[in-house]
């Protein structure tokens, strides 16, 4: 059982929904989809049938509320990319380096709130909290070797500060460094 309706729209509402879609990255489908518009067409979502006359601004509707759907669907995986990308690029190929935030987003060409906002959205992490648990995991693992200092391990993953990295390590195992391996 399912919705079909048929749809005759008028330049507005291809002109409205081609826009909504353009603004979401989906250029070659707003075209698609508006062209398909233009022709009429059939959806097939049910058992009622929806036509042009009072019954088409629904169908217009439902029609704009797909489309918009496949665009946040769409938007929703560039974001992932994004942070994937970050994650990949600079937390893990360059962790033992003095990077920021700031740094990432204009070498990728975006804000720096934008990108503060998609990362935690993403990840349910800060980008500081995420960034610092990545060192201290990497921190572990160079702790279990047993051939390194604090200072050294704390250099090696990117801490200058070797007592900022002992609170950092702390307030993330619970334990200081020293402690760890014990």
Do not use: W
Not at 99 to 116: F, K, M, P, W
Not at 124 to 141: C, D, H, L, Q, S
């Amino acid at each position: 059982m399912g919705i079909a309706f048929v749809v005759n729209a008028d330049q507005g509402f291809v002109h409205s929904l081609q826009d909504a879609l353009e603004t979401r990255l989906l250029r070659g489908f707003a075209e698609g989809l508006a062209q398909f518009f233009r022709g009429g067409g059939l959806f097939d979502f049910g058992s009622e049938v929806y036509y042009r006359d009072g019954a088409g601004r629904h169908a217009q509707g439902i029609a704009i509320e797909l489309a918009l759907q496949i665009g946040d669907d769409q938007a929703g995986k560039k974001s992932h990319a994004l942070v994937d990308k970050v994650i990949k690029d600079y937390i893990e190929k360059c962790y033992h380096e003095n990077i920021s935030l700031e740094q990432i987003a204009a070498n990728l060409h975006v804000n720096r709130n934008y990108l503060s906002q998609l990362f935690k959205r993403v990840t349910g992490e800060p980008f500081v909290t995420y960034f610092n648990k990545y060192r201290i995991r990497k921190a572990i693992e160079l702790i279990g070797t047993g051939k390194y200092m604090v200072y050294e391990i704390s250099e090696k993953v990117g801490f200058q500060n070797s007592t900022y990295f002992s609170q950092v390590f702390k307030s993330i195992t619970g334990y200081s460094p020293s402690e760890y391996d014990r």
